[in-house]
């Protein structure tokens, strides 16, 4: 012990020296948090004060207003996509023509079958047969895809397009 203590006075001056530069560290680490603290404490204010902004309360408030309108307003924009997805299935999105020629003395394909279906294979085929003298007009309804009424191959081949939007090969 008696050697620690003669080390100590012979380097009072050093020992000293050292502790000040800690000392010295520990000052500039306390006011750096300081000046930190300072900034937060200012932040932490102005979010929670009442002024132009409103409070925080009012600021989450008005948040939790805003999601509810939001969530709303996107259930009426559900209801309406099922509306307009209802209506689209009933409108006509398939089509299928077939130009043909019914008789020998007529010179091109001037007759036709169209099938106009919409999603569920419901809807009329219209047949216009075109002659020398005249032209005829059938039209017949098409319920999933077929009908009641005998078809030509004409109409079948244009039910056949309309539903697979294919021509064979």
Same mark, same amino acid.
């Given at each position: 012990?008696?050697?620690? /203590? $003669?080390?100590? @006075?012979? &380097? !009072?001056?050093?020992?000293?020296?050292?502790?000040?530069?800690?000392?010295?560290?520990?000052?500039? %680490?306390? !006011?750096?948090? @300081?000046?930190?603290? %300072?900034?937060?404490?200012?932040?932490?204010?102005?979010?929670? $004060?009442?002024?132009?902004?409103?409070?925080?309360?009012?600021?989450?408030?008005? =948040?939790?207003?805003?999601?509810?309108?939001?969530?709303?307003?996107?259930?009426?924009?559900?209801?309406?996509? =099922?509306?307009?997805?209802?209506?689209?299935?009933?409108? +006509?999105?398939?089509?299928?023509?077939?130009?043909?020629?019914?008789?020998?003395?007529?010179? @091109?394909?001037? =007759?036709?079958?169209?099938?106009?279906?919409?999603?569920?294979?419901? %809807?009329? *085929? +219209? #047949?216009?047969?075109?002659?020398? =003298? /005249?032209?005829?007009?059938?039209?017949?309804? *098409?319920? &999933?895809?077929? #009908?009641?009424?005998?078809? @030509?191959?004409?109409? #079948?081949?244009?039910?056949?397009?309309?539903?697979?939007?294919?021509?064979?090969?």
């Amino acid at each position: 012990m008696a050697d620690l /203590n $003669r080390l100590l @006075s012979d &380097n !009072l001056a050093l020992a000293f020296g050292i502790m000040a530069v800690v000392v010295l560290f520990l000052l500039i %680490g306390f !006011l750096l948090q @300081s000046v930190r603290l %300072g900034r937060a404490v200012r932040g932490y204010r102005e979010l929670v $004060r009442d002024g132009s902004g409103g409070s925080l309360h009012d600021r989450l408030a008005g =948040s939790a207003e805003l999601a509810m309108r939001a969530s709303e307003r996107m259930g009426e924009m559900e209801a309406m996509h =099922s509306v307009i997805d209802e209506r689209t299935q009933r409108s +006509i999105q398939h089509i299928g023509l077939v130009r043909f020629n019914p008789f020998e003395d007529t010179g @091109s394909d001037q =007759s036709f079958a169209i099938a106009l279906l919409d999603d569920r294979g419901d %809807g009329l *085929v +219209i #047949s216009s047969l075109h002659g020398r =003298s /005249n032209t005829r007009v059938f039209a017949k309804p *098409v319920a &999933n895809g077929g #009908s009641a009424h005998h078809l @030509s191959d004409e109409e #079948s081949e244009a039910i056949r397009i309309a539903t697979e939007g294919t021509r064979p090969g």
